[in-house]
């Protein structure tokens, strides 16, 4: 009887273990091709610290059309 349920235990480790290994080379692999590199991204959080502390809005960057006026 022990066998089958140590069996069992062993297979949920391996599993778990494939699961990390799995988990940390998809997270490895996002990071490695720049998934979150963008230096675009300081200057949203410093329009972001900009609304909070003086309350008015600068744009992080130009927009990429001309933006007709009203």
Sequence with gaps: MK???ARANRLDRVLLGASFVAA???V???TG???GL???TY???A???EMVH???YVASRYTGYIDPLP
């Design 28 to 30: 490895a692999w996002r």
């Design 3 to 5: 066998q089958p349920a």
């Design 38 to 40: 963008d230096n675009d």
């Design 47 to 49: 329009t972001w610290q």
């Design 24 to 26: 940390v080379s998809f």
């Design 33 to 35: 091709r720049g998934y």
């Design 54 to 56: 003086h309350g008015r």
């Design 43 to 45: 200057a949203m959080l």
